[in-house]
């Protein structure tokens, strides 16, 4: 079966770190455009960051750039982010979603066919 299962979240006080590990089975994928969402209450589930499956490119929403990284390991199916400089703001339910198909709108998640079932990072001192 298709399944993608996030991991890594946790609490953690304004300015520290979190990697999440976003595991694929069922699929390879190093063919999927892979991108992570988060989901704040009371806000819009908002794209956070893309890797394409062609070339590698790498694809950061404004909030989050030049503090998290997404990076993919084909060998161990693992895509990551790695969240440094938290912010409070930073809190939500983090998801990782796949596509096949990469297009310029990489943000849309009504694009992505695969989703993970999310995992809470919290920000607080």
């Known amino acids: 079966q298709v399944q993608l299962a996030e991991s890594g979240g946790g609490l953690v006080q304004p300015g520290g770190s979190l990697r999440l590990s976003c595991a694929a089975s069922g699929f390879a994928l190093d063919y999927y455009v892979i991108a992570w969402f988060r989901q704040a209450p009371g806000k819009e589930r908002e794209g956070v960051s893309c890797?394409?499956?062609?070339?590698?490119?790498?694809y950061y929403s404004d909030s989050v750039k030049g503090r998290f990284t997404i990076s993919r390991d084909n060998a161990k199916n693992t895509v990551y982010l790695q969240m440094n400089s938290l912010k409070p703001e930073d809190t939500a339910v983090y998801y990782c979603?796949?596509?096949?198909?990469?297009?310029?709108?990489?943000?849309?998640?009504?694009?992505?066919?695969?989703w993970g079932q999310g995992t809470q990072v919290t920000v607080s001192s």
């Open positions: 979603a796949a596509r096949y198909f990469f297009g310029p709108r990489w943000y849309l998640d009504h694009e992505y066919e695969y």
């Open positions: 890797i394409s499956s062609s070339d590698g490119s790498t």
